[in-house]
């Protein structure tokens, strides 16, 4: 799979900055096939840094009520890339 489509896109929320900060890790959604080394590739081809470690986890996405019955969420994959201490990511 190329590096363009386990990717989908950074996260950019309030703890995912501080943790980018403080503590040099990244949060990404990724392709829900994606393992963890597809991740890390590609993010080492995308951003040109050093991945340390991969952390993923699937988030469940819950039912909710139409007017025309129950309807499923949209199960995710999120990624928290861990980067080398001397390079950086930037987002924005």
Known sequence: ME???????PLLTE???FASNEFNRYGFLVERTASKDEIKKAIED??????????THNRKARTRRMKYG???GKTTK?????????????LF
């Open 3 to 9: 590096s363009i489509y386990v990717i989908k896109k």
């Open 15 to 17: 703890k995912h900055t």
């Open 70 to 72: 129950y309807v499923p």
């Open 46 to 55: 995308l951003y040109k840094v050093r991945v340390v470690g991969v952390a």
């Open 78 to 90: 999120r990624a928290i890339v861990r980067v080398h201490p001397d390079d950086r990511i930037e």
